[in-house]
T-cell receptor, first 112, second 113 residues
Framework: AQSVTQLGSHVSVSEGALVLLRCNYSSSVPPYLFWYVQYPNQGLQLLLK??????LVKGINGFEAEFKKSETSFHLTKPSAHMSDAAEYFCAVSKGSNDMRFGAGTRLTVKP | EAGVVQSPRYKIIEKKQPVAFWCNPI?????LYWYLQNLGQGPELLIRYENEEAVDDSQLPKDRFSAERLKGVDSTLKIQPAELGDSAVYLC???????????FGPGTRLTVT
């Protein structure tokens, strides 16, 4: 069975600082990995996905993530945080059958 | 392109009452999901449809929860009777089989008093 662990339920950064949200996965087969963002009172929006092509994946809003098989990680980064990035971020893993498992989420706070 | 539509957005009911949630997926999406999201947690799958067939309902508490997707388009999720522990956000998502992408609706926030 596949699962993800998001390290840190809450991350706080200053505006303009690097954003790093951590995600480690467990999967018995080559995984498909995703990052979603959720703004208050809204559904989840796909930021980016890894589906066994390039290991460095670029997404929307300046975010990117790198798939590291040796570390079983798929951390999300953004070079410079913006106030509008404040939201809840979810990492998810799928084994390819549209069966997706989500992490518990990381709440990102951006300080002015 | 219209997104996934859910209604109602908010619902407050007393325990032991029935409640129903409705979802209209993105046009052309054959896969539909219902998720439960508790406060501070990630979504947890309740049921997945491919067209009108429920292909994964292993996490659906069948003693009180039911779902249907007539004609393979709209779907309804029902709880009868509701319990205090059912208070959560119920998310609907849709996608195209094989693309591994899911598009989420805004959710229905249920409060059971």
């Amino acid at each position: 069975a596949q699962s993800v662990t998001q390290l840190g339920s809450h991350v706080s950064v200053s505006e303009g600082a690097l954003v790093l949200l951590r995600c480690n996965y467990s999967s018995s087969v080559p995984p498909y990995l995703f990052w979603y963002v959720q703004y208050p009172n809204q559904g989840l929006q796909l930021l980016l996905k890894y589906t066994s092509a390039a290991t460095l994946v670029k997404g929307i809003n300046g975010f990117e993530a790198e798939f590291k098989k040796s570390e079983t990680s798929f951390h999300l980064t953004k070079p410079s945080a913006h106030m509008s990035d404040a939201a809840e971020y979810f990492c998810a893993v799928s084994k390819g059958s549209n069966d997706m498992r989500f992490g518990a989420g990381t709440r990102l706070t951006v300080k002015p | 392109e219209a997104g996934v539509v859910q209604s109602p957005r908010y619902k407050i009911i007393e325990k032991k009452q029935p409640v129903a949630f409705w979802c209209n997926p993105i046009s052309g999406h054959n896969t539909l999901y219902w998720y439960l999201q508790n406060l501070g947690q990630g979504p947890e799958l309740l049921i997945r449809y491919e067209n009108e067939e429920a292909v994964d309902d292993s996490q659906l508490p069948k003693d009180r929860f039911s779902a249907e997707r007539l004609k393979g388009v709209d779907s309804t999720l029902k709880i009868q009777p509701a319990e205090l522990g059912d208070s959560a956000v119920y998310l609907c998502a849709s996608g195209v089989e094989g693309t591994y992408e899911q598009y989420f609706g805004p959710g229905t926030r249920l409060t059971v008093t």
